[in-house]
């Protein structure tokens, strides 16, 4: 069924005919660029959009030029304002919401749920009204762009203007009535249709207001993440700047490092000189340790000897003391006794006088030797920690020529290593060398060249070049061949045995005692085999290398 234009759904029929086209709305984008200053439009079907959530009451047939027009409508309970919506006016036979002539924002109720706030007003300013008799309608459009409600078409004319007459034939009449019938028709069928789209736009709309919700705890989810990765974002950031300057480290540390190499490799070569001097020195040295380790042992075995000399001379000199002791233990035991028995043999005190001197005599001498003894004693235990002292200091020179020793040795054995992988790569160098030089010279002997006389030309024929070839080094073998009487290209026969070269009469003279099966000729280049009836191919394929 074709789409219908708005004004079709309103009660008010036309005052008089109008020829209005059916037009189809071609489907644009759904989002449009929302421009400040412009109210937020949309291009859709006809079809999508729900007329009848905004109802528009009171609309006149036509309105004075000049004048205000106040703008009534009714907004029904499934349709809920938001901030952005607008009426617009719009001329009839509109597409899209863009051809508005004018709009006026709408007033957002202070209370939604209360039912007399569902009447709203917008009035137009008479300057920005048409100024042509066309028909216009009032659209009210929500934010989305989407249109949600359209009212009966009306003009913009005098109050004076008198009616026009139509004058029409019988069928012309016939024809009108017959399609106001089928008008009539068509618009119980939309009123039928509007009915089941309202309960379907009841539901889209709870629909939609759940999306809604969705759609905002995904912003903000997004917001989140946005948050998240400009964070992260922020960390890479600072890491690839930690990056780039420690590569900046790394490439001057490589550049100082190469430096070094190049002084490492100077002073390898130094080191190389003087591993010569070191390895004569440490002989030297070892020789002066052994003198030395002899000299250390010999005078270790006589402190070993005086040291348990001395001790003994202790253990008697402690002997002595103890002894000593006991006998001054013993005498003042004795004094003591005599003291006591001083008042009882104060008679016999002056018979024993004599004794007691002598006594004290002998205490005396006994004392004085024992100071002399603990003098001696003391003499010998300084010697003793001299001698330790001694002992010491040639067990930590003894360690040190060691630990030098075992430096040298380590050293010495670096350097032999070095000095043996070097002599290897000398060898291996020296015999791929030979074996170049055996490769070359087997490979001039089979161009019949000497080794003597390299040509480093292409030799020229005294008959006119006619057999030569001019991109040669070494002219046309074929040449030398045919020309046996050239002596720079006489072929140089091989020794079956040892491959050795041969003249040709000797080589024919080989050739003569040993059969012909047993002969082989081999490339130099690719060790391929030929038989000796295969002189002419193995000459061509040896030719064919050197092209």
């Known amino acids: 069924m074709g789409s219908a234009l708005p004004w079709v759904l309103g009660s008010a029929p036309l005052p008089y005919p109008v020829l209005l086209r059916r037009r189809r709305l071609l489907p644009l984008d759904p989002a449009m660029e929302e421009t400040v200053g412009d109210p937020p439009t949309s291009a859709v079907l006809l079809d999508h959009c729900h007329f009848s959530q905004v109802i528009f009451n009171s609309v006149e047939k036509f309105y004075v030029p000049g004048g205000d027009v106040t703008c009534y409508y009714t907004l029904t309970e499934h349709f809920t304002p938001r ?38 007003e917008v009035q137009f300013k008479a300057y920005y009204l048409p100024k042509d008799d066309e028909y216009y309608q009032f659209c009210y459009v929500d934010q989305d762009g989407l249109v949600r409600g359209a009212s009966i078409p009306f003009q913009f004319r005098p109050e004076n203007e008198e009616d026009i007459l139509v004058v029409t034939t019988q069928g012309e009449v016939e024809e009108i009535e017959q399609n106001n019938k089928e ?39 997004n917001k989140k993440l946005g948050q998240k990765v ?46 010569e001097k070191l390895v004569q020195e440490a002989q030297d040295k070892t020789e002066q340790l052994e003198c030395l380790k002899k000299e250390n042992f010999l005078s270790l075995m006589e402190q070993r000897k005086h040291q348990q000399k001395l001790e003994k001379t202790v253990e008697e000199l402690k002997k002595q003391e103890a002894i ?72 930590k020179k003894e360690q040190e020529l060691t630990d030098e020793n075992f430096d040298l040795s380590k050293r010495l054995s670096e350097n032999k290593m070095i000095c043996t992988v070097l002599q290897r790569e000398k060898e291996r160098l020296e015999g791929e060398n030979d074996l170049l030089k055996r490769d070359n010279f087997r490979l001039m002997s089979y161009m019949g060249l000497e080794c003597d006389s390299l040509p480093f030309q292409a ?32 072929t140089i026969k091989k020794c079956p045995t040892c491959k050795s070269n041969l003249a040709d009469d000797v080589f024919d003279h080989i050739s003569q005692q040993q059969p012909m099966e047993t002969l082989s000729l081999d490339c130099p280049i690719c060790d391929k085999s030929f038989s000796a009836n295969e002189k002419q191919i193995f000459e061509d394929h040896v030719f064919c290398h050197t092209l």
């Open 83 to 120: 901030r952005k919506d607008w009426i617009g006016i719009f001329r009839v036979g509109w597409k899209t919401t863009r051809e508005y002539y004018t709009f006026m924002w709408v007033t957002l109720p202070v209370d939604p749920n209360n039912i007399s706030t569902k009447h709203q």
């Open 183 to 221: 008008l009539r028709k068509e618009n119980q069928e939309l009123k039928d249709s509007c009915v089941s789209l309202q309960k379907q736009n009841s539901d889209m709309q709870a629909e939609l207001q759940k999306k809604q919700e969705e759609l905002e705890t995904l912003k903000s989810i």
């Open 230 to 275: 400009e964070e992260q974002k922020d960390i890479w950031e600072t890491e690839l700047l930690q990056l780039k300057e420690q590569n900046q480290k790394l490439s001057s540390e490589n550049e100082k490092m190469g430096v070094r190499v190049d002084q490492l490799q100077a002073q390898l070569s130094t080191q190389e000189k003087e591993m």
């Open 324 to 395: 000593a002791t006991k006998k001054e233990q013993e005498l003042t035991a004795q004094l003591s006794t005599q003291e006591k028995e001083m008042e009882k043999l104060v008679q016999e005190a002056q018979d024993k006088t004599e004794q007691l001197e002598c006594l004290e005599k002998e205490n005396g001498h006994l004392f004085l030797s024992l100071k002399e003894q603990r003098k001696h004693q003391q003499k010998l235990e300084k010697t003793v920690e001299e001698l330790k002292k001694q002992e010491a200091i040639a067990t």
């Open 459 to 490: 030799p020229t024929s005294d008959q006119g070049g006619a057999g030569q070839h001019p991109g040669l080094v070494f002219g046309n073998p074929y040449f030398g061949i045919q020309e046996s009487s050239a002596p720079s290209l006489r």
